[in-house]
């Protein structure tokens, strides 16, 4: 079959849930038994989200393959249970680096270099690659920005020449608007839906579905009247009310028909029988939801705590994780830069500290992994929550004065953390860190041996900075035992402390790996001591 293409656009404000309508329509096509995967493009002009201010724009998330992509990514791949890499995320600067490095290389001699048709082309032809190499039946694209947005506008332009290429058998448009009410019982309005679909028809878009956000479901005559204004089938103009998790929002779009409709389209006939499939994932998306009043406490303490979005996988991981213990958890955000009373630390059943970048707030987190060592509070600790859970244990147990990372502070008499060797003659700053999957071997008769039950992991790392392995002999000798490692022994990627009720620290990043119904196996066992109080 040739792939079908379905594009996502945005209309009348970011923050409307692009993303979870892009990947809740994939989950309902994989349901379907239909190969899927979705592309998120970017029309920023960073070359990847790595040097972007995760309290801004939240959380950089780590592909397999070593990108640093937008959050959108990490949606898809729980949404479906997928690795997806990192060519899935298509910015501006990818697409013009490309086109202008070609232009250097002659590649289009004798021709003048435009917007039409060759950052067009590049755009079509990254997408239609992806289409091709991994023989996808069904391809979601979803466009970054709102229609209007100057930097968009080579995209959707290419998106509109794709749907004239592929065929419009081959191309669906949905378009994700806003119907406002003024309050809780006040008529949904249309207006900003009825401007948005006017803005990207003027652009040469007619969009198949609306996929319109609202507080309350849609009313019927909401519905009548926007597909009146806006070409749209009112059977197709499809409710996006707010719901309880972001993992009902596939049966909401099923119920309206959303699936009848595509196929039509599409010219599909005679779609297949889902009712396993389905049966699994209802029991996954009822797990994360039916057991809100068993709650565990958790303290997640860290520097970016201002905007939830900043540790978005980290959250997901420990939902996944509670549900499949039957419990839930209810996690309080705490900046370490305020923190003055470690005691209000003893309320919570466990302490997280996720990972993190530079001198702000890093002196709380040492206080507060300390702290949960000497209160023996179940610890996990990632990347920048390993590495400062080392130095919080040399200070307070190897009685290293001052020890620190050379991250945050040079010339140290007790450089605990430092620079990763080949880090030392790197000047750029983004796509430079250890990015992406690695092999991690795992010592016999240790916790994290008990945790993942194999010697070989294969886990997601985003750092500079690493164990100085000169100190090992004096940790171990006091208790505190580095229990897996990579890159042939080279670096450290666990430590643990056996007399400690549940103290972990991790180096790579085990949040980018869990999924509903498949939680990561160190969160999980987190979760499970933080639950034993
Ligand atoms: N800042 C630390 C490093 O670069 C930790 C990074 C992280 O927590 N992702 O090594």
Redesign the pocket.
């Known amino acids: 079959m040739h792939t079908k293409f379905i594009f996502v656009t945005g209309g009348v404000m970011s923050g409307l849930g692009k993303g979870v309508t892009t990947s809740s329509i994939a989950k309902l096509l994989q349901l379907a038994d239909q190969k899927v995967s979705c592309i998120k493009i970017d029309p920023y002009l960073n070359y990847d989200a790595g040097t972007m201010n995760p309290i801004a724009h939240g959380e950089v998330f780590v592909t397999d393959d070593g990108g640093e992509c937008d959050m959108d990514i990490g949606n898809y791949e729980r949404f479906l249970n997928q690795s997806i890499p990192k060519s899935h995320n298509i910015t501006t600067a990818q697409v013009y680096s490309a086109v202008t490095d070609a232009e250097r290389r002659g590649e289009y001699l004798g021709a003048c270099v435009q917007i039409i048709p060759h950052i067009t082309d590049e755009i079509k032809n990254r997408v239609t690659k992806i289409a091709d190499d991994e023989k996808l039946d069904f391809l979601i694209i979803e466009c970054g920005g709102t229609v209007g947005d100057i930097e968009s506008l080579p995209f959707l332009e290419a998106l509109r020449q794709l749907r004239v290429e592929q065929g419009p058998q081959n191309v669906i448009f949905v378009h994700v608007t806003l119907a406002p009410s003024l309050d809780v019982v006040g008529e949904q309005k249309t207006k900003p839906t009825q401007h948005s679909v006017q803005e990207l028809r003027r652009i040469g878009i007619q969009p198949d579905f609306l996929a319109v956000r609202c507080t309350l479901p849609l009313e019927e005559k909401t519905k009548t009247k926007i597909a009146m204004f806006t070409n749209v089938m009112p059977k197709d103009v499809l409710s996006c009310h707010d719901a309880k998790s972001i993992f009902e929002v596939p049966q909401i779009l099923y119920d309206q028909g959303i699936m009848d409709s595509i196929f039509t389209k599409f010219g599909i006939v005679g779609m297949l029988n889902t009712s396993s499939n389905w049966d699994k994932w209802n029991k996954i998306t009822a797990d994360m939801l039916n057991h809100e009043n068993n709650k565990i406490k958790i303290a997640m303490v860290g520097k970016y705590v201002t905007l939830s979005d900043s540790y978005v996988s980290v959250n997901h991981a420990l939902r996944h994780s509670s549900a499949s213990l039957g419990r839930s958890v209810e996690i309080d955000w705490i900046d370490s830069e305020s923190i003055t009373d470690y005691g209000i630390l003893s309320k919570y059943g466990g302490i997280l500290v996720?990972?993190?970048?530079?001198t702000r707030g890093s002196e709380g987190i040492i206080q507060t992994a300390n702290f949960a060592r000497e209160k023996n509070i179940p610890y996990l600790g990632?990347?920048?929550?390993f590495?400062l859970a080392a130095i919080s244990f040399g200070r307070n147990v190897l009685n290293l004065q001052d020890a620190n990372?050379t991250?945050i502070k040079k010339d140290l008499k007790y450089p605990l953390?430092d620079l990763l060797p080949e880090q030392k003659d790197i000047s750029d700053m983004g796509g430079s860190?250890r990015l992406g999957a690695n092999d991690i071997i795992i010592k016999d008769s240790t916790r994290a041996y008990d945790i993942y039950h194999t010697s070989r992991i294969n886990k997601r790392h985003?750092?500079?900075?690493?164990i100085n392995s000169k100190y090992i002999p004096e940790f171990e000798k006091n208790g505190l035992v580095f229990s897996a490692y990579s890159d042939g022994g080279k670096r450290m990627e666990i430590l643990e402390i056996p007399s400690h009720r549940f103290y972990l620290g991790v180096q790579f990043?085990p949040e980018f790996n869990s999924r509903p119904g498949f939680p990561e196996k160190a969160f999980t066992a987190f979760v499970k001591a933080s639950s034993e109080t």
């Open positions: 996720p990972g993190g970048f530079g990632i990347c920048f929550g590495q990372s991250e953390v860190l985003r750092h500079r900075y690493e990043h």
